[in-house]
């Protein structure tokens, strides 16, 4: 529990680098709660060891795999797996109030992370599976969203599913340390539709294993990815090479009505494009699309 106590202390200095932090401040303890220098020692090697940075078996190598301090039986390897799993794992919207990042004014550095955490409604390891289940609702403005990951500019959706490679690769560095019993071989997602969709309306499950790469997690989810008018332009020519919509003012309609207003607004190219693509359209009599 003293390791957990600062992790949390050398968040509140600083995110990056924290795990060195607490470190740091475990070794200026001078509070008579750490009853000597070995407790010291084994909470210091397990908070240090808890970042993905870091080695649990270097951090740990000073150590037997159990160490008895005065009457008991401390397994330092499992416990910083423990710390390092839970801390991995402790990303949902209740770590990330809108309100609260608000009134702080999160940099954009941070921004990405506390977005991601809102996304994520649940998160849960379940032993009966041998795997974390987490539920996602994305937003429509995640759709093409640009973010800021260090100095790269990816889409949201991209490194959403970067982050969830993270929390995989984590699961599986930790089984190492852990009894079978607590091994965990996968995420499980369970991805909510978007708000007014038309023909994703049910939850689509995604199985994020140890062959799992980003960009499969991206292509099961291509409404996450694909431009709302451009998507619907598809879908409209679709119907029309099937003979459910045989006119241009009717696919122009059709076009109009189911993009969002926002897009419209905010998308300067919207009634530009659908003029080239009216003038370009067969009259009638001059072919099909096929």
């Known amino acids: 529990m003293l390791s957990i106590l600062y992790h949390d202390i050398g968040m509140l200095r600083t995110r990056r680098g924290h795990a060195g932090v607490s470190a740091i401040l475990v070794g200026e303890e001078e509070g008579t709660f750490i009853t000597g220098p070995k407790d010291r020692d084994l909470i210091k090697a397990i908070v240090a060891s808890h970042s993905s940075s870091e080695s649990i078996e270097q951090r740990c190598m000073m150590f037997e795999e159990d160490e008895i301090v005065r009457s008991h039986r401390v397994r330092p390897r499992l416990l910083a797996a423990l710390v390092r799993l839970s801390d991995e794992l402790d990303e949902d919207y209740r770590r990330a109030d809108p309100k609260l990042e608000t009134l702080l004014g999160i940099p954009a550095s941070s921004r990405f992370y506390w977005r991601f955490c809102q996304r994520i409604t649940a998160i849960q390891p379940r032993r ?159 072919g099909r699309l096929e």
């Open 128 to 286: 009966n599976y041998r795997d974390i289940y987490v539920s996602v609702q994305f937003d429509e403005s995640d759709v093409l969203a640009p973010v800021r990951i260090g100095n790269r500019q990816r889409t949201f959706v991209g490194a959403f599913a970067d982050k969830l490679e993270k929390i995989k690769n984590e699961l599986l560095y930790c089984n190492q340390f852990l009894p079978p019993e607590l091994n965990y071989d996968h995420l499980t997602l369970s991805v909510k539709p978007l708000p007014a969709q038309e023909r994703w309306v049910a939850a689509r499950r995604f199985v994020f294993s140890h062959e799992t790469k980003p960009q499969d997690f991206v292509a099961a989810f291509p409404e996450l990815v694909a431009d709302p008018a451009m998507a619907q332009m598809r879908r409209a020519l679709e119907e029309m090479r099937d003979g459910d919509l045989d006119t241009r003012s009717q696919l122009s309609g059709h076009w109009r009505k189911s993009v969002p207003i926002s897009r419209k607004s905010s998308h300067k190219r919207f009634h530009t494009n659908e003029r080239a693509w009216r003038a370009s359209w067969p009259r009638s009599g001059e």
